[in-house]
């Protein structure tokens, strides 16, 4: 099977936003709680700069998963400091596509010159939490029922990983 991650382009909005869409609908990953549009995710995607980015995971063709390094907090002495995402479509999880995108953001990061990445899980999340504990990234804290999802209340665990200096 052909599997390649690259950056994503315009074209593959769709594909993202189906994904994104299904993990916004059933699952407590993200905070959205409303479906996005194509119009949003385009617009998401025009507002990101390097050292940020949008990378893809694609199968035979067709994007099976996405990920992206986002400003961590918008205030400036935060620009060394990004926040990772990985959404993979429901039928290709567990299966490695989580981590080589991951590993992809990794290596992007620290050529970017970014000090350390930052992911927020939601608890009770453990494919998230393994696939970031394989990289190293260790638990740096947690806010308590900061969200509120399918009627009840959500904590976010920050887990963290600090990047060698760059060469
Ligand atoms: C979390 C997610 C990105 C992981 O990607 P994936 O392709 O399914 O994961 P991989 O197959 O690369 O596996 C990564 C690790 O997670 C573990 N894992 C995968 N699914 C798991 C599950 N359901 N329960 C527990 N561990 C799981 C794997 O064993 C592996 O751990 P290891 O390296 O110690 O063996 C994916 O499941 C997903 O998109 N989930 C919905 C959206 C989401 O939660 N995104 C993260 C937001 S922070």
């Known amino acids: 099977m052909s599997e390649i ?4 382009t315009e ?11 299904e993990a916004i609908l ?3 990953a993200t905070f959205d709680i409303e ?5 949003e995710r385009l617009q998401w995607f025009r507002e990101t700069r390097p050292p940020h980015c949008v990378i893809v995971a694609e199968e035979e063709g067709r994007v099976v998963g996405w990920g992206c390094l986002r400003g961590f907090r918008t ?8 926040e990772d995402s990985v959404y993979i479509h429901e039928e290709h999880r567990g299966r490695g596509v989580g981590t080589r995108l991951l590993a992809e953001l990794i290596e992007r990061a620290k050529k970017g010159g970014l000090h350390t990445l930052m992911a927020g899980v939601t608890e009770g999340n453990p494919a998230s939490e393994a696939l970031h504990k394989r990289f ?3 638990e740096a804290g947690r806010d308590r029922e900061v969200g509120y999802k399918f009627e009840r209340w959500l904590d976010v665990v920050w887990m963290q990983l600090m990047l060698p200096p760059a060469e």
């Open 35 to 39: 479906p996005q549009t194509l119009d």
């Open 11 to 21: 074209a593959d909005m769709p594909a993202i936003l189906d994904i994104y869409n």
């Open 26 to 28: 059933h699952s407590t």
């Open 136 to 138: 190293g990234f260790v």
């Open 5 to 8: 991650v690259r950056s994503a």
């Open 75 to 82: 205030k400036v002495a935060y620009r060394f400091t990004a």
